[in-house]
């Protein structure tokens, strides 16, 4: 009876952690398929062009009533691809965490963001997994290299980094 019940805690826990890497796995699909569909060019990699083209558009659908807001309620709600994962997977509470803390960074702990502060945050997060620093012009003044954000460096942007981490 004893190696029956331990053959069947065995076989539980072998489950759960299928089941939980299949949740990762879908996740990791699903930010494949983000990356691809962000990369209108086709080219390998996510420029300034297309990143705030997915800026405008997601903005766009948080704030349906075109108040040039987003609340925080709004911002929550917005799946950025992964939700039906996290609800499969019983992460809901967590990914909601997730965006609530991303929604505080970004918006500085206010009730709302704007289009604007949304664009910096995201420009400012994709720019930090370039791991690349302002450059010096030939004035002093400092100059951001073009964005182009590869596969790699956009699993490494932070706020995707940190949506991906509630899934774990």
């Known amino acids: 009876m004893t190696k029956l ?3 069947a805690a065995v076989l539980m826990l072998t489950l759960c ?3 939980g890497a299949k949740a990762q796995s879908d996740a990791a699909h ?3 398929a983000m990356f691809y ?3 209108e060019n086709r080219d390998g990699v996510i420029d300034a062009r297309e990143a705030n083209r997915f800026i405008a558009n997601s903005f ?3 704030d349906p009533g075109h108040s040039g807001q987003i609340t925080r309620k709004a911002f929550r709600a917005y799946s950025f691809g992964l939700a039906d994962v996290a609800a499969q997977q019983g992460d809901a509470a967590r990914y909601d965490a997730a965006k609530d803390a ?3 960074g970004w918006s500085h702990g206010r009730d709302t963001l704007t289009l604007a502060g949304y664009r910096a945050g995201v420009l400012a997060d994709a720019r930090a997994a370039m791991k690349t620093s302002p450059r010096a ?3 002093g ?3 951001l290299a073009p964005l182009r954000v590869n596969h790699r460096a956009f699993n490494r942007i932070p706020f995707i980094a940190r949506l991906m981490r509630a899934l774990q």
């Open 5 to 7: 019940r331990m053959s």
């Open 17 to 19: 952690g299928v089941a």
């Open 30 to 32: 699903v930010l494949d």
């Open 37 to 39: 569909n962000f990369d």
């Open 60 to 62: 766009a659908e948080m």
């Open 102 to 104: 991303i929604f505080n």
């Open 137 to 139: 012009t030939r004035s």
């Open 141 to 143: 003044k400092r100059r």
